[in-house]
């Protein structure tokens, strides 16, 4: 290489140095590397020092002065330990919150109690609805249970007029008398146990022309009978 | 890779990160700002790292992203993103990063036996990314003095590594029954 090449190449250079080295303005940037893309050996030689350069950049590193790097590494061991403690909580669903917990629970009782009263409440309405039947289709068969009991039976003998499982209703006929009006009237005592629960009432029933025996009067008592098996009088 | 791991690759990391920061920043306290930052992004944001990727390129796009929000100039943005892009293309991406292990090692060595005028000037410049201007006056040289020794000191760096390549060439084509 001939000195004159040599000086050839070493401006060259200064001036690749300065586009590499952020020293041209924009525009002088623009117009130098369009002056090489003409040149193969400038070219070349732009692209070589660029990589260099790269090179250069990664192997070797700027001394950080100490302050510098004592202030970098408590930032990261100051970001790593609240990662430390962050993960966990961040690695949570949000469900795990206790205000979310909190809230899930009260839906979760009210929705229950809700759901429970509306359930027991239409189970009580089918209940209800099936005790109503079944008093309907009871009540003419024990009309003439107790017709009959009325009719025929001595004051005293308790009448079973209806037993089904836990259920007994037992009618006795206490006392007869003749009415002022003239009619027959007879004061009894219906016992209606149901599941271990009594319902005692005592009531009047009167006898009209046709031998139909009709309630005329009716009140609940507690326990104040005593079924008198030896009573036969009327 | 483990917290941990990243930890050390991060601490391992930051003198590149500083020196990258100093060429884009050209003042060492915003360069100190902008690592920082870069340190709590990148720590707060590591779910997103892929750790098949390499954490430098990703903590240099952070870094960069960084560094060109804060800017409001828009020319003297795109020069720095033309400058950074230079750097950050061919240094840290990749495979090239990974596979010039070896060239970095000859760089090293090179800087080793650079004579001290020169050394100087290029690391100033080209390393810790000082103006030519800042450099001239802290030498208590021109310019033009500047300019000339870091051209000189980046053609013998050409020449180095190439005379290393060709040295490898000879040495694999001399060898018997080797290539030719």
């Known amino acids: ?234 | 890779m483990s917290d941990e791991a990243l930890k050390t690759e991060m601490i391992r990391l930051l003198p590149k990160l500083r020196s990258f920061a100093l060429r884009l920043c050209r003042n060492p306290d915003q360069a100190d700002d902008l690592v920082q930052t870069t340190c709590e992004r990148a720590i707060r944001s590591l779910d997103q790292f892929d750790p098949a990727t390499r954490l430098d390129s990703w903590m240099f796009r952070i870094l960069q992203n960084l560094y060109f929000n804060s800017v409001r100039d828009g020319a003297n943005r795109a020069r720095l993103f033309d400058l950074a892009m230079m750097d950050f293309e061919d240094s840290y991406d990749g495979a090239k990063a990974a596979a010039s292990s070896l060239e970095l090692q000859k760089v090293q060595s090179f800087i080793g036996q650079l004579d001290e005028d020169n050394r100087e000037v290029l690391l100033k410049i080209a390393i810790e990314g000082q103006s030519y201007k800042d450099v001239a006056a802290e030498l208590g040289v021109p310019i033009g003095t500047v300019t000339s020794r870091l051209a000189r000191a980046r053609l013998k760096l050409r020449e180095f590594l190439e005379a290393k390549d060709g040295a490898q060439g000879v040495t694999l084509r001399s060898m018997p029954g080797g290539m030719s």
């Open chain 1, 1 to 234: 290489m001939t000195f004159d090449k040599k000086r050839e190449q070493i401006l060259l250079a200064e001036d690749i140095g300065r586009l590499l080295d952020g020293e041209l303005s924009e525009a002088e940037a623009a117009a130098f590397k369009d002056a090489i893309s003409n040149v193969e050996d400038a070219d070349q030689l732009w692209r070589d020092m660029a990589s260099d350069n790269a090179l250069l950049q990664s192997a070797v590193s700027a001394p950080v002065p100490d302050r510098s790097l004592t202030r970098f590494q408590s930032v990261i061991d100051r970001e790593f330990d609240k990662r430390d403690v962050g993960p966990l909580a961040r690695a949570q669903p949000f469900w795990s919150s206790p205000m979310v917990q909190v809230a899930a629970a009260i839906v979760l009782v009210a929705g229950t109690f809700m759901f429970t009263a509306f359930w027991m409440q239409s189970r009580m309405d089918d209940a209800v609805a099936s005790l109503a039947a079944h008093m309907e289709t009871e009540r003419v068969l024990l009309a003439q249970t107790v017709q009959e009991a009325l009719e025929t039976r001595v004051s005293g003998e308790p009448v079973y007029i209806g037993q089904e499982g836990s259920w007994t209703d037992v009618l006795t006929p206490i006392k007869t008398y003749k009415s002022k009006s003239g009619h027959w009237c007879r004061e009894y005592v219906r016992q209606t146990t149901f599941s271990g629960r009594d319902l005692t009432i005592q009531g009047t029933a009167c006898r009209d022309e046709n031998g139909t025996w009709t309630t005329v009067f009716a009140e609940p008592i507690s326990d104040k009978f005593t079924p008198q098996r030896d009573d036969t009088g009327i």
